[in-house]
């Protein structure tokens, strides 16, 4: 096996997405649907942080610097914000429609 | 292969299988305490990429925050009383399909990308360069996040209040 | 360089006064609505009273060219340009229209208690397209776009009784939290590829990147995904018609206008900025040449436009065939950035600020008359130019606006982007956009004809207000006035065009 | 009398219909009689008109008026502007559209009384009036474009304004979509225009030309934007295939039929294409020939067996466009232009009568239950007849005029390049003409009267609507036009009033003898150009128009005579038994009156045509010493109804495939909103991996 470098995070984060999508094209429950927003943000994370670490630019030699870093951070931020609202609507849901299957809910169509 | 790899494996493996098993268990109770492991696995990556704060960061906001109000939603949307706390799935052919082709051309392109990469340098703790940043480069997008939060409690309260 | 940062923070501050006028706003609406807790009558004036402010200070700002929120002399995160002023005036008159659909709106209306939240999100919405149009920089524009998102998601189920709502809300929220999932990892593998988050320093990064040609086309096509989702353009447009047809018809409307303009001026800004390498004397961009940008372009227009006009020709209900009008729209409107030149952006401005009338016009006029018919599906609306004869009349002259007949605004619009396309020497595009435009006549006659060709016994009265007039005529004003007199909205595009940096 | 008191008294009477539309909308549910005042405006209206058209022909008769204002730049150097353009032809039109329009006011006023939508009927007439002077007005392409789309959405409004017919809604709705056919032609050929010239001003697009800038730099393309533009044409003057909407158009009220159909809107193609003379090449000239020769001949066979009154003066009004688009195609300019203006009042004379007919008998329309009218309506009866004399082309009306030049124009055009095709239907379309109006005038108003009950009630017209019918009637004779009652040639119309214009197309697409050659070669000829110093038509066209000048109308006058007895023997003196003739192809006759047995005909339409055509030829043959009158009524009368049911069933049936076409694609699209939006994100992914591979 070859060292472990930038292209081994990358895959982790690869499957992490494909995961992400899976369950939310595939899962009825709304919340696995969230659960699976969230492993997208977190593959989009490893990503910033793995450039971050092993990025170089090449033209001045500098290095990406902490700014992966910091945008994970704000990923992470929002992602909180964002599980707020959506737990929120998918109790809204639950309340007005009894259900959480999203494949239920599908009065409007063409 | 030193330490260093060894334990990535370790992290590595830990976070894909339990977040295989997220998407792939029909329990939703299970699904979210494997989502705890994949947190986990992805919070030692961040360690080992040398992101000490921001892998705190991830074990407090994802595991203490956003996994719990995840967990309240399962519960208070299914009845406790009901063992059959399990869900079905739809679009399996072509979710795999799709998912399958994605990932394939997703790995071919990134594998075979020459990124200007160095090899890592060695961690340093990054708490107070990070904080340096934030309050100076990244002001602005500071306080856009402080509004952010605001409108999200805003509108988790809108919804979730109760109707006069 | 640390040195700079915080006199530089300082004078910045100068540049961000309307955002800071907005959330101030914000925070008075809450404030107002925890005091006046039963009468909550004063909060939309408030919210006007904020939007007027908030214009009065981006009025001092015309003329300006700056950037703000420096980190080096080079990069920023805003770019106060002609281009981001024009939208931003554009949103602000939405919005004041919107605050008003909101005064009369029912649906609004039967969740009195909440007004305070309501308002609140709506500045929420605008400051996120505030900041999304003048964006700089990858992870500003993420995060603005997610403000905005977050805000529609919960004004989309505002109403949170009504089934329909919570449907579209619901919808929203997972197509748009999978969207810009999809969005960010597209941004972090640029990031990956380039080094970078801010446009203009992506744009000197880039070179060359022989074998990562692969690389690069996902994340732009990731990142285009994101943005197409704001705008809807075929193929991320399918959340469209349902959550149009589902929400609040006053945050349809505002969906439909502003929120697709702040997209636009994403895209557009994005396109320019981080892949220009050069502007030539007529003012076609040259763009880095990974991808074949126009043909990318040009087909998502095309299959936009006549996926819009056909799926529309089918819809009994009257918001769910605006949707689809409106993705048609949105795939004119692509055909302008398509053209890669300045006069294809002209066109686009010139486009939406007409599309902003008309649009907004047909919505006020489906909300009045769904707020006394209880109805939006085009059978009900039979007889309707007899019985209601001023709302029929004004939707028809909408109508005939957003076909793009003359005399109306409609027609200057699609002048000039025809204009631009024949400039460009794309006269193949620019005859399928015109039998596009025929196709599209089938279906706002159809409600035409419902309208005045079909009479029936029963007789709708409705008393409409002093607002109602005012704000008819305040809509119907423009779509007549600008189809004949346009040269000041045309100067006003045209000293607009300018985006800083490349 | 300066040239800017001209200019102001054209805005007013652009904008003077305008200010009476809006005041009479608004004001028409509070005040009862506000139709007055647009009654009022439409005097001032015609009053102008003629000070005009006085000012400019006694002062200005050798100028152009052109005054322009700047609209806006679109870029530094292109201008777009607005400005207006009076020249003779300008105030002539407006002439005949101000009185026309204004005496279709006065009728109206007796003939839609009782109407419940009284008031507004009259705010339309005034949008119309205004719309229609926008476009004789202009001076630019574009404008013309503007107000040619409001003249359509106004005739929409006043063809459908008893909407609640069905069958009137659906006409309002054709004439709107089959005019937009023909729009979108126009609409290219103004882009391609401006894509050239960078303007839309008439003048300058013509000097360009001149200068030998062509579009493309191709002859072809010049060709093809003169057919371009001329498709607006095609479809506001019901020029063949699209002529469709304008019989169903008769289902408006009978005074806008006078106005729009007859005089006004129909004629604004006709005025399209004078104006757009000067660029058409050869081929593009022998497009608008044939299209004309088809538009003056099938419609001419329809009529012959129409019943409703209305329905044959619409086809008789198609019939005689296409005369004035064939007249251009050949090149006889400024005989279409008369034939425009004297069929403008013959024909609207015709409608208006016709109103009064029809208003007279309650509403009744089909002339099977009219009949010895003349005894009680004889005024309506004396205009009627005059008029139709007019168009039937007999001498010492204007009809007569006009027409024998048209037909003298196409001789002269066959002796020259050969093409006598267009002089032979001609000829054939005039004999068809004299019999299809007589038919009419017999069966309405000699005999004896045929349904009693409606004619013990019949009474003559009030004066407001006999006033204009007398006034139409008398332009109908020679003396306002010319001194001599057999020829126009010497007459002011057409030597002082108009002229012909210069010719821009480059010389190598024109007809041989329109070839400019340079200095004068008559006398008469080279008065009119000799500001210009060459002229356009050379000797050799005026020549063959003298030669052809007797012959032709010695032929014309014989076939309208023949025309017209044939109608007596037929249905005055009932030589001939129309019931035994009409019997012996009764399917075919019944083919045409019922289109409700069509539907089981369809698809052996084609076959059962071809076949019946063959017998008919076949008897035609066998019978012809019998009486050439009565094979000649059975074949026309074949034709007819072969062509009725072409165009019913091919030109709309394509029409109608094409919107469930566009349907069906619209139903497939709907396949894909399921409704689920986890499908929309599989496709979504889907879309993204396809993008991928794409690119």
Known sequence: MMEVGLNHFLVVSTLLFSMGIYAIVTRKNAIMVLMGVELILNSANINFIAFSQFGNRGIDGNLFGLHGHLIALFVIVLAAAEAAIALAIVLNIYKTLSTVNIDEIDNLKD | MNVYDIVFYLFAALTVISAFFVVTNRNIVYSAFFLLFTFFGVAGIYVLLGADFVAIVQLIVYVGGILILLLFGVMLTNKITNVEIKTGTINIYPAVIGVGLLTGSLLAALINTSWRSVPASAPQATTAALGTILLQEYALVFELLGIILLIALIGAASIARREA | ????????????????????????????????????????????????????????????????????????ETLSFLSLDGFSLFFKVLILITTTFIVLFSISSSEVHSCSDRHGEYYALIFGMVIGMFFMVSANDLILIYLSLELLSLSSYVLAGFVKTSIRNSEAQLKYLIYGSAS?????????????????????????????????????????????????????IVPFHFWTPDVYEGAPISITAFLSVASKAAGFAVLIRFLKVTFATSINGSGYWQLIQFIDWQTLLILFSIITMTYGNFAALWQDNIKRMLAYSSIAHAGYLMLGVAVLSNQGILAVLVYFFIYMFMNLGAFYVVMLIANKINSEEIDDYKGIGYSLPLLGTALGIFLVSLTGLPPTAGFIGKLYLFIALVDANMITVAIIALLNTVVSLYYYIRV??????????????????????????????????????????????????????? | MTESVLINISLAILFLPLFGFVVTLLLGKKVKSIYLFE????????????????????????????????????????????????????????????????????????????????????????????????????????????????VGLSSYLLIGFWFEK????????????????????????????????????FDTIFQSISAGKIPFNSEFWLTLTGILLFMGAVGKSAQFPLHVWLPDAMEGPTPVSALIHAATMVAAGVYLTVRIFGLLTADAMMFIAVIGMLSAFIPATIALTQNDIKKVLAYSTVSQLGYMVMALGVGAYKFAFFHLVTHAFFK?????????????????????NMGGLRKKLPLTYATFLLSSLAISGIPLTSGFLSKDGILASAFAFGSLTGYWI??????????????????????TFHGEPRDHHKYDHAHESPFVMAMPLVVLAGLSIFIWYTPNPISADQGWFLTKWIETPELHAPNSTRFDFMQSEVVAETQQVAEHNSSHGEITYSEKYTEAMHSAHYPAMFLSLFVAIAGILTAFVFYQWKKVNVEKLTASIK????????????????????????????????????????GIVNGSATVTRAISTFTGAFDKYVVDGLVNFMAYLSGFIGLIFRRIQTGKVQTYIVLVIFSIIILFFFF
């Not at chain 3, 009468?39 to 007027?52: C, D, E, Q, R, T």
């Not at chain 4, 729009?183 to 001003?201: K, Q, R, V």
């Not at chain 4, 002089?423 to 109006?437: C, I, K, S």
């Not at chain 4, 409700?596 to 008897?619: N, P, R």
Request: contains cysteine; neutral net charge.
């Open chain 4, 348 to 368: 609207a004379c015709l409608f208006l009568g016709s109103g009064s007919v029809i208003h007279a008998m309650h509403h009744e329309q089909d002339i099977r």
């Open chain 4, 166 to 201: 069905k069958s009137a809604a659906d006409a309002g709705k054709k004439a709107f979509l089959v005019n937009r056919i023909g729009d979108l032609g126009m609409f290219a050929g103004i882009l391609i225009l401006f894509l050239t010239y960078n303007t839309f001003s």
């Open chain 3, 180 to 232: 810009s999932g999809i969005m960010l990892f597209g941004m972090s593998v640029l990031y990956g590829i380039t080094g970078s988050t801010n446009l203009s320093e992506i744009n000197t990064l880039i070179n060359s990147p022989d074998g990562n040609q692969l690389t690069f086309l996902i994340s732009i096509i990731m990142i285009f995904a994101g943005i197409g989702f704001k705008i809807s």
């Open chain 4, 422 to 443: 267009f002089a032979v239907v001609g000829f054939l379309v005039a004999l068809l003409t004299a019999f299809y109006m007589f038919r009419l005038i017999i069966i």
């Open chain 3, 1 to 72: 360089m640390n040195k700079l940062i915080v006199p530089n923070l300082l004078n910045s501050l100068n540049s961000v006064l309307p955002e800071i006028a907005l959330s101030l706003t914000l925070v008075a609406i809450v404030v107002f609505d925890l005091i006046f807790n039963k009468n909550k009558i004063i909060l939309p004036y408030i919210s006007i009273a904020g939007l007027v402010i908030t214009f009065i200070l981006l009025v001092s700002q015309f003329g300006i060219s700056t950037t703000a929120f420096s980190v080096s």
């Open chain 3, 448 to 502: 035409l004809r419902a309208m005045f060709l079909v009479k029936t016994d029963i007789k709708t009265e409705l008393k409409l207000s002093v607002l109602n007039y005012v704000v008819l005529f305040l809509l119907i004003a423009p779509v007549l006035i600008l189809g004949v007199y346009f040269g000041p909205l045309v100067n006003f595009a045209k000293a607009s065009v300018q985006i800083l940096g490349f």
């Open chain 4, 587 to 626: 399917p075919l006759y019944n083919f045409s009156l019922n289109k409700w047995y069509i539907d089981e005909f369809y698809h052996k339409t084609f076959v059962a045509g071809l076949l019946g055509l063959s017998k008919i030829i076949y008897w035609f043959d066998a019978t012809i010493v019998d």
């Open chain 4, 39 to 150: 009654v009022f405006i439409l005097t001032i209206v015609l009053i102008s008109a003629i000070v005009l058209a006085f000012g400019k022909l006694s002062y200005f008769i050798d100028h152009k008026i052109v005054s322009e204002i700047e609209w806006f730049r679109l870029t530094d150097t292109i201008v777009i502007k607005l400005g207006f353009l009076i020249d003779n032809l300008t105030v002539l039109m407006l002439f005949v559209v101000a009185l026309i329009s204004a005496l279709v006011h006065y009728f109206s006023v007796a003939y839609m009384k009782g109407d419940e939508r009284y008031n507004r009927y009259f705010a339309y007439l005034g949008i119309f009036t205004f719309s229609m002077n926008g476009i004789v007005l202009t001076n630019n392409i574009l404008m013309m474009y503007i107000f040619w789309e409001l």
